[in-house]
């Protein structure tokens, strides 16, 4: 393969990772146009071994002197970093929280692994801690994401090629987002009556327009729709439960059916059944000033004009797949397609954008990704005039904001050339696109930490939700051994855990002896949580710490009561060195207990901690003799002769001699 470059050699790899679990389903040429070897793959990276071989530190068992507490410190959230705030993705971890845990399990040059990786956040965290980082991810989405932030362009090279492609596309597309200026229009700041000077051709720009849902009235059979019938000071708003302005019946809008009309669907070049909508207030401005109105003539024609808008650039003409996510748009819309999440004007935006950047730089379309879900039906418009997606469904709401993507892109833009500072420095990074379940292109104990934030069940369907932005790359997740629990995809609670453990057996395999992996948990069923609680003991971990994450105060708390589920959850657990569970393993009796305690108690923080307890010591012991099969040989009163006759307390808790000293400093 000498001479060939990265990419040639991917090329003739594929073959070679095509069986390896969560290959992506994709055109060959998709997945090779996507990636950016020997750093980001679109698949399996067939380059990891070697990245481990040029920057890992080979494990010897001999020599191995590593020995750590579980992480136990409060730690701040921080979810407001231009870097958390650039791309949406479900559940991101912020990177600030990940670097402690970074920090303290492992020494800079080091290597971290995230199986789960999602949007890269671990591989942020690594790289500003000046770590190593191997991650991996099922979804081509999210490594894309990843990648886009590991491996970004400079702030000025991405400044200046941004600017070219907004400059292209503005060009040919501002027209769709002009609206007329009027004097019926309502200054939004004064909410009085815009002064227009010379109103003749004076055009605003539009920032976004309101759509409602035409419902039926139950008792009289004409057509409502809400927004309408509004007051004219303030268009657009209006109640769920409101008088039908043609019969005078009070009409709750949950009770009201929607109008479906037929329509004829140029993509599909087909007539399909739709739910009729009506665009009821325009946000718009002139210069820094903003305004409002309801849609005028102007405003009718340039929709009529834009609808039959023949689209000249390529647009994903895909099936949503049958799924608990998109079940909710085919129901509540008829949705059937892609390009049906979008209204003709923005689909066109968005197919120049992605036409713009596949000619000039692909990087670029990263941050019109950022956007699409916002340019799609998803984003609704609360009653407290901000538009939202909700968060982990594909739910289309009767009120929805169309948004100007270039008014959006412009509030996008100063957080996400922030974050580029921030990423502007060299990073060693690898990324892979797989499932866990299979990580045969990692050598086994060659990780130094993991810290891992895993699907948690039913929770989030995360090949749905990210098939809208897969399908304008035109790479899809490979859901076989997407560890979920969904109905349609055959997945029960119990195929979820046994897919969980495949990623956990993996995960133990290319840690290094006696390292740690921490794994984010987040709020779910008890259920759920047994499982992947079973599925980390059952490969072989051994659970030290159990924290929580208290969102409100946006610290990890101890863990003190048995509700702690509630909460997300941190779990700390190491890869024990095979002469404690191996080969050499006592029976009970034989100087076991002592052993057990004492590895135990080592890597308990060196403070008052539960742990620590006469009770958890015993019920460690009684885990550690399930766990290896052994038949259980002492009650609670001959072991804590054990206890009495080999360590120390203090306090109520036990201590190693070695640890008393510290101990008592801790206490001052
Ligand atoms: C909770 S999210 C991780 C989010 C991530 N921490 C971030 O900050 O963006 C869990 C991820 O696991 C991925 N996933 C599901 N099954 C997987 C599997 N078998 N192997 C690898 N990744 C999988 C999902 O696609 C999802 O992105």
Not at 61 to 72: C, E, G, I, M, R
Not at 193 to 218: H, M, R, T
Request: proline share 4%; hydrophobic share 35%; charged share 25%.
């Amino acid at each position: 393969m000498k001479g060939k470059t990265y990419s040639q050699n991917l090329r003739e790899f594929l073959d070679l990772v095509k069986d390896i679990d969560g290959f992506p389903k994709a055109e060959n040429e998709e997945i090779l146009s996507l990636s950016d070897p020997p750093t980001y793959t679109a698949c399996p990276n067939p380059f990891i071994k070697e990245f481990i071989e040029l920057h890992g530190k080979p494990y010897n068992f001999n020599d191995d002197k590593y020995l750590k507490a579980p992480f136990t410190r409060d730690i701040r959230e921080g979810k407001h970093h231009p870097i958390y705030l650039s791309h949406t993705y479900h559940t991101k971890v912020p990177h600030q929280a990940v670097q402690k845990y970074i920090e303290y399990y492992t020494n800079p040059g080091d290597i971290v692994f995230d199986g789960f990786c999602g949007t890269g956040m671990v591989g942020i965290a690594a790289a500003l801690s000046n770590r190593k980082a191997i991650l991996s991810e099922i979804s081509p989405f999210a490594t894309f994401v990843a990648n886009n932030f590991l491996n970004s362009l400079s702030p000025n090279d991405f400044t200046e090629v941004f600017e070219e492609i907004l400059q292209e596309v503005r060009s040919e597309c501002e027209w769709v987002y002009k609206t007329k200026h009027t004097s019926k229009s309502i200054n939004t700041r004064t909410k009085k009556n815009a002064e227009v000077i010379d109103s003749f051709g004076k055009l605003g720009s539009i920032n976004y327009i309101v759509w409602n849902d035409v419902y039926q009235c139950p008792v009289c059979n004409n057509e409502i729709c809400l927004g309408e019938t509004s007051d004219e000071k303030k268009p657009g708003e209006y109640n769920e439960i409101f008088t039908c302005p043609h019969c005078y019946s009070v009409v709750n809008e949950s009770n009201a059916k929607k109008v479906r009309v037929e329509k004829y669907d140029a993509i599909l070049k087909e007539n399909i059944e739709t739910v009729l909508d009506k665009p009821i207030l325009i946000s718009y401005s002139v210069g820094k000033t903003n305004f409002w109105k309801k849609p005028d003539e102007y405003d009718f024609q340039l929709i009529e004009e834009i609808e039959s808008l023949k689209i000249p650039y390529w647009v994903p003409i895909v099936r949503m797949p049958n799924g608990r996510s998109t079940s909710q748009a085919l129901k509540s819309h008829n949705i059937t397609h892609i390009h049906q999440y979008f209204t003709n004007r923005n689909l066109y935006v968005v197919s120049k954008f992605l036409d713009t950047c596949k000619r000039k730089n692909f990087k670029i379309w990263f941050i019109i990704s950022s956007l699409l879900q916002k340019a799609s039906k998803l984003m609704a418009l609360n009653k407290d005039y901000v538009g939202r997606v909700t968060k982990g469904v594909l739910y289309i709401s009767s009120t929805r904001q169309e948004i100007n993507l270039f008014y959006f892109i412009n509030k996008n833009i100063t957080s996400f050339k922030q974050a580029l500072e921030t990423l502007n420095f060299d990073k060693t990074i690898i990324i892979s696109t797989q499932s866990t379940t299979d990580l045969s292109n990692i050598s086994s104990n060659s990780i130094d930490y993991i810290f891992t934030d895993p699907p948690f069940g039913g929770n989030i369907m995360y090949s749905e939700l990210n098939f809208i932005w897969e399908a304008f790359l035109r790479v899809f997740t490979n859901v076989e051994h997407e560890a979920i629990e969904n109905k349609v995809q055959g997945k029960s609670l119990q195929d979820y855990a046994s897919l969980m453990v495949r990623c956990f057996l993996e995960m133990y395999r290319i840690l290094k002896p006696n390292r740690w992996i921490t794994i984010e948990f987040h709020n779910s069923k008890a259920s759920v949580w047994n499982s992947i609680q079973k599925a980390i003991t059952s490969v072989g971990f051994k659970i030290s710490q159990v924290s929580v994450l208290d969102k409100k105060v946006g610290s990890f708390k101890q863990i003190t009561t048995n509700n702690s589920v509630k909460n997300d959850l941190i779990i700390s657990a190491f890869k024990p060195k095979k002469e404690y569970t191996g080969q050499s393993i006592k029976s009970p009796g034989k100087g076991l207990e002592i052993e057990v305690l004492r590895d135990q108690l080592k890597r308990l923080p060196i403070q008052q901690n539960p742990g620590r307890t006469d009770k958890m010591l015993f019920s460690k012991m009684l885990a550690h003799y399930v766990e290896n099969g052994f038949k259980i040989r002492y009650n609670s009163s001959n072991f804590y002769k054990i206890l009495d006759e080999n360590f120390v307390k203090f306090d109520g808790y036990w201590f190693l001699e070695e640890q008393v000293q510290e101990y008592l400093k801790w206490k001052r």
